[in-house]
């Protein structure tokens, strides 16, 4: 096939492809997530039915893309973790991120080389709920007894983590580690291998064996 003149344009395009033999993490945030939540009035400090949608989507996302073995949710942000060895789209950024990226969110890949910077990333994200998530029940059950957010903000502002439990026990009679796991420690998709029965060509019943995705709340 002849080349156009125009072919030369491919030259402004960069090499973005990922280095080798690394954990690839792709952490998508959602986009105007604070209007977003507002025009859809959702129940604060956390909105099950939104999280229990973003579970199943990054569940979909999950099965779809077998190179995907590991995805972590909390709040508007999902992480998904492709394996080492994945050569999806010869490992092309671009590609990857486009294919996982829906309208709503802004994304990233992060390249992580060993297995100990992929679990401290996976933990860093972990601890960014807890501290987001005990702020956020403090200030809105300040707010539901009457409290304007600036005041809720101000009880707030300088308070370490054992005074706002103090805060919830004292005033609410709420025990922080009494929450819903899901609120305080994100959402962990993972594939698990379970033995299913089927029939073979010759209509005998035998068990095989398939991954299913399954979503925890913790990590081991």
């Known amino acids: 096939m002849a080349k156009s003149k125009y072919e030369y344009v491919k030259q402004f395009e960069r090499d973005d492809s990922l280095i080798p033999n690394t954990w690839l993490v792709i952490r998508i945030d959602g986009r105007g997530f604070h209007k977003f939540s507002e025009r859809h009035q959702f129940e604060k400090p956390n909105d099950r039915r939104a999280l229990d949608l973003m579970n199943k989507c990054a569940e979909t996302v999950m099965t779809e893309i077998h190179d995907i073995i590991l995805a972590y949710g909390q709040s508007d942000e999902y992480s998904f973790v492709l394996k080492k060895e994945c050569d999806l789209y010869c490992r092309r950024e671009a590609k990857i991120l486009s294919t996982i990226y829906p309208p709503s969110f802004d994304g990233r890949i992060v390249q992580y080389p060993s297995d100990n ?23 809105w059950a300040l707010v539901h007894s009457g409290k304007t957010e ?19 026990h004292s005033l609410f009679n709420i025990n922080y580690n009494n929450i819903p796991e899901m609120y305080r420690k994100g959402s962990v998709l ?31």
Do not use: M, P
């Not at 933990?123 to 807890?130: I, K, P, T």
């Not at 983590?161 to 805060?167: A, G, H, I, R």
């Not at 005998?204 to 398939?210: N, T, Y």
């Open 117 to 139: 910077n992929l679990r401290d990333y996976l933990s860093w994200r972990q601890a960014d709920c807890h501290i987001n998530n005990l702020y956020n029940t403090c200030f």
């Open 150 to 168: 600036t005041e809720a903000e101000n009880i707030l502002r300088g308070t370490l983590s054992s005074d706002k439990n103090e805060l919830l």
């Open 190 to 220: 993972v594939k698990q291998e379970i033995d299913f029965k089927t029939l073979n060509q010759k209509g005998v019943e035998v068990i095989r064996k398939k991954k299913i995705v399954t979503i925890l709340h913790f990590f081991s």
